[in-house]
């Protein structure tokens, strides 16, 4: 097992041949570590949890079990592209599972931020600890920790929910990837093959659209959220702000005002566009949009998306607002 310390000497990995001796490296570990045996990975789709799996499914093919919850909280597209890339793709071992029902349930009526979160992180360790209990032979669990999470925690993702596991569901792990910044994750990921739609991914919190449909979530409103969210997301890949962007999406609010659609008097929520730049999250500026592309996604959303009826842009930094709303 490699210890959690970064030794001085370790190279960044910043090309495709180090990414390659990485890659090689790490193969030939995890094989001695794995043997045989059979390894579970709860599968996200997240950078760090997509280039884990396809380094283990090049390390040890069908030996990997992935599961993926679809907690109904995913971006439009983000489960399917899981499943295209790695079932169909790499002919993985993967089981998808589509929870949207029991987390949309429990979340019903649910407005305080903390609570919906501790109701999506919960229900994920239920769900995922479920089909462990149906598998036979598991003997390892593998995990997207990076080398950012050991330096600023204790090394268990909080937001991959797997540190809650019950007690006999403790495998020993496997983090191929623990010492590595995320830079290197990226790389690492481009060498084994993955698209750039994942590689290349934003950051997304753990509990999803979950803290961006805003107060207690209801189906239509997370429906027309993640929409508008892909509208603004095809617009920043086509200007290219996608590539200066650290993190876009849209929040939308609980909250309905008077329009006017086909000469009639439509009620509708607004799209909340929040575009920010970080170097850590911890503070952020705010991305300065051309108008003619804000006249165009607010025309799109309008437009496109059944329910929303007005698209507002979010100007404040990180202080004093956090990047999420809730
Ligand atoms: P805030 O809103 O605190 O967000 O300025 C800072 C960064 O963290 C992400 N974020 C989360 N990530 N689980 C996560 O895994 C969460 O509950 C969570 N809340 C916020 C956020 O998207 C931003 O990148």
């Given at each position: 097992m490699?210890s959690?310390?970064?030794?001085e000497?370790m190279?960044?990995?910043t090309?495709?041949a180090?990414?390659?001796?990485?890659?090689?490296?790490?193969v030939?570990?995890?094989r001695?570590?794995?043997g045989?045996k059979?390894?579970l990975?709860?599968?996200?789709?997240g950078?760090?949890?997509?280039?884990?799996?396809?380094?283990?499914?090049k390390?040890?093919?069908?030996?990997?079990?992935?599961?993926?919850?679809?907690?109904?909280?995913?971006?439009?597209?983000?489960?399917?592209?899981?499943?295209?890339?790695?079932?169909?793709?790499?002919?993985?071992?993967?089981?998808?599972?589509?929870a949207?029902?029991r987390f949309?349930?429990?979340?019903?009526?649910?407005s305080?931020?903390?609570?919906?979160?501790?109701?999506?992180g919960?229900e994920?360790?239920?769900v995922?600890?479920?089909?462990?209990?149906k598998?036979?032979g598991?003997?390892f669990?593998?995990?997207?920790?990076?080398?950012?999470?050991?330096?600023?925690?204790?090394g268990?993702?909080?937001?991959?929910?797997?540190?809650?596991?019950?007690?006999?569901?403790?495998?020993?792990?496997?983090?191929?990837?623990?010492?590595?910044?995320?830079?290197?994750?990226?790389?690492?990921?481009?060498?084994?093959g993955l698209?750039?739609?994942?590689?290349?991914?934003?950051?997304?919190?753990g509990?999803?659209?979950?803290?961006?449909?805003?107060?207690?979530?209801?189906?239509?409103?997370?429906h027309?959220?993640r929409?508008?969210?892909?509208?603004?997301?095809?617009?920043?890949?086509?200007?290219?702000?996608?590539?200066?962007?650290?993190?876009?999406?849209i929040a939308?609010?609980?909250?309905?005002?008077?329009?006017?659609?086909?000469?009639?008097?439509?009620?509708?929520?607004?799209a909340?566009?929040?575009?920010?730049n970080?170097?850590?999250?911890?503070?952020?500026?705010?991305?300065?949009i051309?108008?003619?592309?804000?006249?165009?996604?607010?025309?799109?959303?309008?437009?496109?998306?059944e329910?929303?009826?007005r698209?507002?842009?979010?100007?404040?930094?990180?202080p004093?607002?956090?990047?999420?709303?809730?």
């Amino acid at each position: 097992m490699q210890s959690n310390k970064r030794p001085e000497t370790m190279e960044r990995i910043t090309t495709r041949a180090l990414a390659d001796a990485f890659i090689e490296e790490q193969v030939r570990e995890v094989r001695a570590q794995v043997g045989d045996k059979k390894v579970l990975l709860a599968l996200s789709g997240g950078v760090d949890s997509s280039v884990v799996a396809a380094l283990l499914i090049k390390a040890i093919g069908k030996q990997l079990v992935c599961v993926h919850v679809n907690h109904g909280l995913m971006r439009k597209g983000e489960s399917e592209q899981v499943i295209e890339v790695f079932r169909n793709q790499m002919d993985a071992n993967l089981i998808y599972v589509d929870a949207t029902d029991r987390f949309l349930d429990l979340l019903a009526g649910v407005s305080d931020p903390e609570t919906k979160r501790k109701i999506i992180g919960g229900e994920f360790i239920k769900v995922f600890a479920e089909e462990a209990y149906k598998l036979d032979g598991i003997s390892f669990l593998a995990q997207g920790t990076i080398y950012p999470d050991i330096l600023e925690s204790d090394g268990v993702k909080a937001h991959h929910n797997v540190g809650g596991l019950p007690e006999d569901l403790k495998f020993e792990l496997v983090e191929p990837v623990k010492l590595l910044f995320k830079d290197e994750v990226r790389e690492v990921g481009r060498a084994l093959g993955l698209p750039s739609g994942m590689v290349d991914r934003q950051p997304f919190p753990g509990p999803g659209l979950g803290v961006r449909c805003l107060g207690a979530i209801t189906r239509d409103r997370l429906h027309a959220l993640r929409e508008a969210d892909a509208i603004l997301r095809e617009e920043f890949d086509k200007s290219g702000l996608a590539k200066k962007v650290w993190q876009y999406f849209i929040a939308v609010p609980d909250l309905k005002s008077v329009g006017v659609r086909d000469g009639k008097r439509y009620e509708g929520w607004p799209a909340i566009i929040r575009a920010v730049n970080t170097k850590d999250a911890m503070s952020a500026t705010i991305e300065e949009i051309p108008y003619a592309l804000l006249h165009r996604i607010t025309d799109r959303i309008t437009a496109e998306v059944e329910g929303i009826n007005r698209v507002l842009m979010d100007l404040t930094p990180k202080p004093v607002g956090t990047i999420e709303w809730e």
